[in-house]
């Protein structure tokens, strides 16, 4: 009679060959409590993925959070600055107002004396400008941190419209974080103009006199932004400047791009966006 289940022969060097019967009862029980256990396995992996996943976006959202209540901040420290400002300036014109109105005209100049102080306004002007060149050739132009790619201009309802992704280079898992502005240059009835997004107040270099007014990012691996800057018929936009600073104020790059409505820079992107 056949007999049910394995056998398995033990073999050793020395000593007698042992004999081992497996029913078969036994393998079909292990093989259903795999079979049971398969989507309980499958169930708590996914569980476990989606719960990495919600952690990832809620440590992100909490980081933008912060980079939002320090800019805040800096907000209103900056109101209450300029309060002060203005109460100290309209001081100081009211105390300027009383002698001016009883000293009488002041004493007219020469011609020669006219014109040496107009030729030493414009030395000085050629000097800052000599200055401020130097000053935005030394700023850097890329980054190990951060990249921008993706580069995309189009007009709408009469607007400059440009969409951008952050690209973070480094670990994902060590997100990149900072403020960004993008500075608008070109021309406005034939003179210099330069205009910022977000709009905020800016230096003659054309860089943000609060870096925190700029859009804050925490960018675990890429995130796209949109800025919007006007584009009245009276303004001729010639470059764009995507300035970049870190959480301590450092400018971490600046990278230049050629206004052109029929130009997008196609490098390609990593494949998910951050949520």
Sequence with gaps: ????????????????????????????????????????????????YR??????????????????????????????TRDILAQQTMDEKTSLDRPRSKAGAPPATSASDQA????ARREANAMDRRAAEAALASEPTSSARI???NIEQKMESGDLVVSFELINERDFSDPAMGYITVVARGTRQGKPWIEAWPPMRLTPLG???????????????????KA????????????????I??????????????????????NQSPGRQDG
């Excluded at 976006?57 to 209450?80: C, N, P």
């Excluded at 040496?116 to 030729?119: I, R």
């Excluded at 600073?245 to 196609?266: A, F, I, K, P």
């Design 1 to 48: 009679m056949p007999q049910d289940g394995f056998d398995i022969l033990v073999v050793r060097k020395s000593g007698p060959v042992k004999s081992l019967n497996i029913k078969s009862w036994w393998i079909y029980l292990v093989l259903g409590a795999m079979v049971t256990m398969l989507p309980v396995v499958i169930t708590g992996a996914w569980v476990v």
């Design 51 to 80: 719960q990495s996943t919600v952690l990832s976006d809620i440590m992100d959202e909490t980081r933008l959070l912060q980079l939002r209540a320090e800019r805040l901040e800096s907000l209103v420290q900056e109101q209450e």
């Design 116 to 119: 040496m102080a107009e030729e």
């Design 147 to 149: 990249s921008i790619r």
């Design 207 to 225: 860089r943000p006199q609060n870096y925190r007014r700029g859009t804050p990012f925490s960018v675990q691996r890429y995130r796209k932004v």
């Design 228 to 243: 919007r800057v006007a584009a009245v018929s009276d303004k001729k936009f010639e470059r764009l400047e995507f300035v």
């Design 245 to 266: 600073y870190n959480r301590q104020g450092d400018l971490v790059m600046v990278q230049n791009e050629e206004v052109s409505l029929t130009q997008t820079s196609r």
